[in-house]
């Protein structure tokens, strides 16, 4: 059976300072693929303009998440780092995805209804659409595996289904073209254009909590900065923050099961065992029963020692934006050539004129 050739790819919003929620739940685990696997990673500005349309501040908000990528070990030559909107076949392929995409799937979707909040009728096309763009920037390269948070699950869910519909509405043509790849849904094998991406959603931090509310995601748009650790954070910072921290005043159990019902002390079990690689059990080992007057201490200590290199080199690159721009560049050239590649085979199968 001929199958799709593995690829990974995953994007990033230049929508505030990266955190330690995306760090963990995403980068590392970018820089770690790049060992088995051919990577596209993407600074995807276009999804931006979804929640804020005027940004004072875009181009230095794309070229910090580029220098926070090949910072925390992307390398730029072997794999490709680009901006989304270099590549002006992801939004072409956002259209036609749009065309196949029901309204009803991006109604129910937790992040547009959080985002939108009370006021729908007054949210933009775009955050409604948003997985639709999603999901083009994924399937324009045939990528098969995603690297994200825990957050971007439904997601990808849905880049799934988005793939199956068109697979399946153009399937005589494909068949006839001769576009098609061999695939198993369940225990059927059929033949597709589009992959069924699989997510990849892995390790002890796949979902990093506030640090002020054990219950909410870590996120780049909490109006408290005291909510997350941001990759520039310097040493002093990061302990302040760790240290203001919100916990319960009971000990660290001495048992893992004595962590439930405890949504802040198992955050912070799970950054600590994260950034330290290691089982949260191990974590339990060493600090079970000790106050977070000691744990936190030593978590910030850990935090520095692994987030300051990474904050140092983000710093250095950042002085250079040409450097930047120049990678940028480079990228969106050759990722712009795999999606043409691409977005010609649609056009045939859709059926546009493109002689
Ligand atoms: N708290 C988190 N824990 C683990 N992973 C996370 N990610 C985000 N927050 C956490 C993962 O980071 C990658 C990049 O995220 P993004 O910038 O594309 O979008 P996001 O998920 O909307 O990130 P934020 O920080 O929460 O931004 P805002 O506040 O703008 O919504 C993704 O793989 C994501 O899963």
Same mark, same amino acid.
């Given at each position: 059976?001929?199958?799709?050739?593995?690829?990974?790819?995953?994007?990033?919003?230049?929508?505030?300072?990266?955190?330690?929620?995306?760090?963990?739940?995403?980068?590392?685990?970018?820089?770690?693929?790049?060992?088995?696997?051919?990577?596209?990673?993407?600074?995807?500005?276009?999804?931006?303009?979804?929640?804020?349309?005027?940004?004072?501040?875009?181009?230095?908000?794309?070229?910090?998440?580029?220098?926070?990528?090949?910072?925390?070990?992307?390398?730029?030559?072997?794999?490709?780092?680009?901006?989304?909107?270099?590549?002006?076949?992801?939004?072409?392929?956002?259209?036609?995805?749009?065309?196949?995409?029901?309204?009803?799937?991006?109604?129910?979707?937790?992040?547009?209804?959080?985002?939108?909040?009370?006021?729908?009728?007054?949210?933009?096309?775009?955050?409604?659409?948003?997985?639709?763009?999603?999901?083009?920037?994924?399937?324009?390269?045939?990528?098969?595996?995603?690297?994200?948070?825990?957050?971007?699950?439904?997601?990808?869910?849905?880049?799934?289904?988005?793939?199956?519909?068109?697979?399946?509405?153009?399937?005589?043509?494909?068949?006839?073209?001769?576009?098609?790849?061999?695939?198993?849904?369940?225990?059927?094998?059929?033949?597709?254009?589009?992959?069924?991406?699989?997510?990849?959603?892995?390790?002890?931090?796949?979902?990093?909590?506030?640090?002020?509310?054990?219950?909410?995601?870590?996120?780049?748009?909490?109006?408290?900065?005291?909510?997350?650790?941001?990759?520039?954070?310097?040493?002093?910072?990061?302990?302040?923050?760790?240290?203001?921290?919100?916990?319960?005043?009971? +000990?660290?159990?001495? =048992? @893992?099961?004595?962590?439930?019902?405890? %949504?802040? !002390?198992?955050?912070?079990?799970? &950054?600590? #065992?994260?950034?330290?690689?290691?089982?949260?059990?191990?974590?339990?080992?060493?600090?079970?029963?000790?106050?977070?007057?000691?744990?936190? +201490?030593?978590?910030? =200590? @850990?935090?520095?020692?692994?987030?300051? %290199?990474? !904050?140092?080199?983000?710093?250095? &690159?950042? #002085?250079?934006?040409?450097?930047?721009?120049?990678?940028?560049?480079?990228?969106?050239?050759?990722?712009?050539?795999?999606?043409?590649?691409?977005?010609?085979?649609?056009?045939?199968?859709?059926?546009?004129?493109?002689?």
């Amino acid at each position: 059976m001929s199958s799709f050739k593995p690829l990974v790819f995953s994007g990033v919003q230049p929508t505030g300072n990266l955190h330690l929620g995306n760090y963990l739940g995403a980068l590392r685990n970018f820089v770690a693929l790049q060992a088995s696997h051919d990577c596209i990673y993407c600074v995807v500005d276009m999804h931006s303009l979804t929640a804020t349309l005027v940004h004072d501040d875009l181009v230095d908000q794309t070229r910090s998440i580029t220098a926070a990528f090949l910072a925390s070990g992307i390398d730029p030559k072997k794999h490709i780092v680009f901006n989304q909107s270099r590549v002006p076949q992801h939004a072409e392929l956002a259209w036609i995805f749009n065309c196949v995409a029901r309204i009803g799937w991006m109604n129910r979707m937790t992040q547009f209804k959080d985002k939108a909040g009370k006021d729908r009728e007054n949210a933009s096309l775009g955050l409604l659409a948003y997985p639709s763009l999603m999901a083009a920037d994924i399937l324009v390269y045939r990528a098969t595996h995603v690297p994200v948070g825990d957050d971007q699950k439904q997601h990808l869910e849905l880049t799934r289904d988005i793939a199956q519909k068109f697979n399946n509405d153009f399937s005589a043509r494909i068949a006839e073209l001769g576009y098609g790849t061999e695939m198993k849904v369940g225990e059927e094998v059929v033949n597709g254009f589009f992959p069924l991406t699989e997510p990849l959603i892995e390790g002890p931090a796949t979902r990093v909590m506030s640090l002020r509310d054990g219950t909410k995601k870590m996120s780049k748009s909490d109006p408290s900065d005291l909510a997350r650790i941001n990759l520039t954070d310097d040493a002093d910072a990061i302990a302040r923050k760790i240290k203001k921290a919100k916990t319960d005043p009971e +000990p660290l159990p001495s =048992e @893992l099961q004595g962590l439930e019902n405890r %949504p802040e !002390a198992q955050n912070l079990v799970g &950054i600590y #065992a994260a950034l330290a690689e290691c089982s949260r059990e191990d974590v339990i080992a060493e600090f079970g029963g000790q106050q977070f007057s000691v744990f936190k +201490p030593a978590l910030a =200590e @850990l935090a520095v020692e692994k987030l300051s %290199p990474i !904050a140092a080199e983000m710093r250095r &690159i950042q #002085a250079d934006p040409a450097y930047i721009d120049g990678i940028l560049r480079d990228g969106g050239e050759r990722a712009g050539a795999l999606a043409e590649e691409t977005m010609k085979k649609v056009h045939e199968i859709v059926g546009l004129l493109t002689n």
